[in-house]
T-cell receptor, first 108, second 114 residues
Framework: QKEVEQDPGPLSVPEGAIVSLNCTYSNSAFQYFMWYRQYSRKGPELLMYTYSSGNKEDGRFTAQVDKSSKYISLFIRDSQPSDSATYLCAMSFNKFYFGSGTKLNVKP | DSGVTQTPKHLITATGQRVTLRCSPRSGDLSVYWYQQSLDQGLQFLIQYYNGEERAKGNILERFSAQQFPDLHSELNLSSLELGDSALYFC?????????????FGEGSRLTVL
């Protein structure tokens, strides 16, 4: 079993839709949870960072962590074509573990 | 701009050759990580250095080696290159403590082996 599981997609949505991206994990020791956006052939860009459980909002992005279910989510409101990218979840406890990424396509 | 600088951005070389990729971490960051990403694949962790010392090793081939220098910049050396080594190589750095959760990536070095 992988430490971090993420549906690879692709996920295709119309512009303006609410997007939900998710990851599950197996190691209850994870303390830090991150979401990265990666445009094609570019470096991953840190979007959201949360410590332990709870919600964090930043503009159109909301990250949720449910440690009891070992489940994290990233919601994108009012999605835009410029949000089209691969989204990677990551978590850490002395070491970083990455999901394989979900490819998102927002259609104009 | 993440503050992590990688050079060169692009590199084309032949099989059997050796290349060196360079990374300057964000100012003040002590940890440097190297990742490999092949086309449409996930990030494969290669190796981590913390304040000049090797901290963790991932799926790094014996043909590959790395080091972190006293000024905290790092180099990844790839030798006896094979076609399958063609990939994006990312460097990332994290904060002043060993367990901080924020990891910042550079823009990568794209290696093409012909």
């Amino acid at each position: 079993q992988k430490e971090v599981e993420q549906d690879p997609g692709p996920l295709s949505v119309p512009e303006g839709a609410i997007v939900s991206l998710n990851c599950t994990y197996s190691n209850s020791a994870f303390q830090y949870f991150m979401w990265y956006r990666q445009y094609s052939r570019k470096g991953p860009e840190l979007l959201m960072y949360t410590y332990s459980s709870g919600n964090k909002e930043d503009g159109r992005f909301t990250a949720q962590v449910d440690k009891s279910s070992k489940y994290i989510s990233l919601f994108i409101r009012d999605s835009q074509p410029s949000d089209s990218a691969t989204y990677l979840c990551a978590m850490s406890f002395n070491k970083f573990y990455f999901g394989s990424g979900t490819k998102l396509n927002v259609k104009p | 701009d993440s503050g992590v600088t990688q050079t060169p951005k692009h590199l084309i070389t032949a099989t059997g050759q050796r290349v060196t990729l360079r990374c300057s971490p964000r100012s003040g960051d002590l940890s440097v990580y190297w990742y490999q990403q092949s086309l449409d694949q996930g990030l494969q962790f290669l190796i981590q250095y913390y304040n000049g010392e090797e901290r963790a090793k991932g799926n790094i081939l014996e043909r590959f080696s790395a080091q972190q220098f006293p000024d905290l910049h790092s180099e990844l050396n790839l030798s006896s290159l094979e076609l399958g080594d063609s990939a994006l190589y990312f460097c990332a750095s994290s904060g002043r403590t060993q367990n901080t959760g924020e990891l910042f990536f550079g823009e990568g070095s794209r290696l093409t082996v012909l």
